[in-house]
C-alpha cells in the first residue's frame, strides 16, 4: 500500500499523514480498495497530486466502498464528469454518503431534471447538507417574509447553495431588504444568490 501510495507521489510525511486521519486503509484491500479507489479519482482530477490533495481533505477517503460506488451512480445518472469533479474539489465527503440514491430521488422531486447541469449537483449538495429539520427551519424563516413553499423551492432551483445561508442570515438579509431597502421580500425569489453574498461588504 505504502509502495502503490509512493508510486503515485506521496511524500513520506503525507503517507503518515494519510494514515493518521485514515487508519482504515491499513486494513484495506490494495486491489479492491485502494488502487481502484485512487484510479477512479484520477479519472476527473488532473494529477495524482490533486487526488493525493483531496485524500488528505477527506477523512474516510480510503476504507469504503462509497466512492467507487457513488462515483458510478452518478454517471449511470447522466451526471457529468466536470460535475463530478465540482463535487470532489468542493465537497468530497458527500460521495462517502450511504444515501445517495435517495438524494438523488429527492432532488429530482424537486423538479431538478438535468444531471449534466451543476445546479443538479449543488442541489444534491444542498440538500446533503442539511437535515429535513434544519431545512424546515428555514422554510419557516422565508414564510415569515412573505415567501410560499414554491417560492422557496422557486429560489432554491434557480440557486440551490442558497439554502445553505443559516436561518440567522437569511433572516437578516431579509431585514435588511424589507426595513431598511424598503423592497419587496418576492424580489428575492429571482435573485437567491443575494443570499450568499456578505451582508457587511453589500450594505456598504
Known sequence: MFEFLISKGA?????VEIVCRSPRILYSSLENNIIPT??????????????IERILLCKFFFGHYSIIKNVNLLLD??????????????RPSMLLYNYMRDALNVV??????????????MALVAKGAMSKSRWDAKV?????????????L???RKRPLCMLSSVEKIDKVMRF??????????ALVKRP????????????
Open 11 to 15: 511524500s513520506n510525511s503525507e503517507i
Open 38 to 51: 485512487f484510479e477512479l479519482v484520477r479519472r476527473f482530477l488532473p494529477s495524482n497530486e490533486k487526488v
Open 77 to 90: 445518472e447522466g451526471v457529468t464528469d466536470s460535475n463530478i469533479r465540482y463535487l470532489l474539489l468542493k
Open 108 to 121: 429530482k422531486e424537486m423538479e431538478f431534471n438535468d444531471p449534466s447541469n451543476v445546479n443538479f449537483v
Open 140 to 152: 419557516v424563516v422565508f414564510k415569515r417574509w412573505g415567501w410560499s413553499e414554491e417560492m422557496v
Open 154 to 156: 422557486e429560489a432554491f
Open 177 to 186: 431588504w424589507v426595513n431598511e431597502l424598503d423592497w419587496n421580500s418576492s
Open 193 to 204: 444568490e443575494v443570499f450568499l453574498y456578505s451582508l457587511e461588504n453589500s450594505s456598504k
